[in-house]
């Protein structure tokens, strides 16, 4: 079937202006989650949804980030008055599970690059 | 919350074996290991988990001793496109109590013709 993914793949933003990332995660998965990856890192989390409730903002850098699944399908991150550090790929992962245990598989989309000019 | 330690690169030829070994001292009981791939411009993807012992599939083999505080991800015969990222991963992606990503930044493997 299909698997995650996410639009656009590549966004050039000018400093100030906000932006939309978008996440179809796969079908029927309960648990939704958005990472950053900085160039040569590994993921770090920003949030995390089970259905449509956001359980965990904790990793969100700050206000300006913002993210929700209203329908606890689709999901969009978005961030306000970009910056030049919000440079980074933004990786949409999806679940199975409704609780998190160490046997619950993500699933990953391919990521939006985003570039701040 | 496992914190885990990956060498940050290794290189390796075509056709030969690769062991990229994780070391996670403070795993906790209930915590199983897990491996993920990244090929650039792409997003992590799930190669193998275990709990102890030996857990093999069609791509790779994971070994865990019975202490549990390292494991080792074996390819077999690695070619060209098994060059990536691998991320060594201890208890579930996500932890409720860190709210943390425990990825890490993982090991590079580039394999040469």
């Known amino acids: 079937g299909a698997g995650v993914s996410q639009s656009p793949r590549y966004k050039v933003a000018k400093r100030g202006q906000d932006v939309a990332l978008r996440c179809d995660p796969i079908s029927g998965h309960v648990s939704l989650f958005w990472y950053q990856q900085a160039l040569g890192q590994g993921p770090e989390f920003l949030t995390y949804f089970q259905n449509e409730a956001q359980l965990d903002k904790s990793g969100l850098p700050s206000d300006r980030f913002f993210a929700e699944r209203p329908e606890g399908s689709v999901s969009t991150l978005k961030i306000q008055r970009t910056q030049q550090e919000d440079s980074a790929v933004y990786l949409c992962?999806?679940?199975?599970?409704?609780?998190?245990?160490?046997?619950?598989?993500?699933?990953f989309g391919p990521g939006t690059r985003l570039t701040v000019l | 919350l496992a914190k885990t330690t990956q060498p940050i690169s290794m290189d390796s030829y075509e056709g030969q074996e690769v062991n990229i070994t994780c070391s996670h001292n403070?795993?906790?009981?209930?915590?199983?290991i897990t491996w993920y791939q990244q090929f650039p411009s792409q997003g992590p993807r799930f190669i193998i988990q275990g709990y102890k012992t030996k857990v093999t599939n069609e791509v790779a083999s994971l070994f865990i001793p019975a202490d549990r505080k390292s494991s080792t991800l074996s390819l077999p015969r690695v070619s060209l496109s098994d060059t990536a990222v691998y991320y060594c991963l201890v208890g579930a992606s996500y932890n409720t109590n860190a709210g943390k990503s425990t990825f890490g930044d993982g090991t590079t493997l580039t394999v040469k013709p």
């Open positions: 992962a999806s679940s199975l599970g409704r609780q998190i245990t160490s046997t619950d598989t993500q699933y």
């Open positions: 403070n795993i906790a009981t209930n915590d199983y």
